[in-house]
């Protein structure tokens, strides 16, 4: 698994954008990765704990698609899917959120046995609530942010069922 962008969360919350841009060798995709990180930035430099890893543009396992963002939390995985476009959130977005935070629960062996957890990320839409629900494997329905509360949702997370520290050179092996 090769994702374009594997930096723990401090170092990322901490480095200016460019630097991180250039690491990216597909030039279409900058402009949504430069949207990407500046909200990412912004949300998580909340985190009381930086502690953690953060992988932009990950391959979904047994999958020919990316998800956008992987954030390896005090031993959870968030998977991210940003959507910069809509101003609503897309129940078929959410929809493949959710299908991706499976392929890795199922697929992907570092991640079967830790709580997984999708969300989609709306900055247009208006902020709203919804209920937790968690699978029996540990992967929570697909929650629904503007970025304005991910910093929160994560922190919420990882106090209800923290785990052991996740190592992003263990988790990128297939």
């Known amino acids: 698994m090769s994702p374009q962008l594997s930096i723990p969360l401090f170092d990322f919350c901490h480095t200016p954008n460019t630097p991180l841009l250039t690491q990216d060798s597909a030039n279409s995709t900058v402009a949504k990765h430069s949207q990407d990180i500046e909200l990412l930035k912004t949300s998580l430099n909340e985190l009381p704990h930086l502690a953690g890893h953060l992988f932009l543009s ?6 020919s698609e990316n998800v956008d963002c992987v954030v390896l939390y005090r031993g959870l995985i968030f998977v991210l899917s940003i959507d910069h476009v809509s101003h609503d959130y897309d129940c078929a977005k959410a929809d493949q959120v959710h299908h991706f935070a499976r392929q890795f629960k199922e697929q992907h062996q570092p991640s079967r046995d830790k709580f997984i957890i999708p969300v989609l990320v709306t900055p247009k839409a208006q902020p709203q609530a919804s209920p937790i629900h968690v699978s029996e494997d540990l992967v929570a329905n697909t929650l629904c ?22 190592l992003a050179e263990a988790w990128l092996k297939t």
């Not at 970025?147 to 106090?159: D, T």
Request: aromatic share 8%.
């Open 58 to 63: 990950v391959p979904v396992p047994n999958s």
């Open 145 to 166: 942010d503007t970025g304005e509360h991910l910093a929160a949702l994560l922190e919420h997370f990882s106090n209800q069922y923290k785990d052991d520290e996740i």
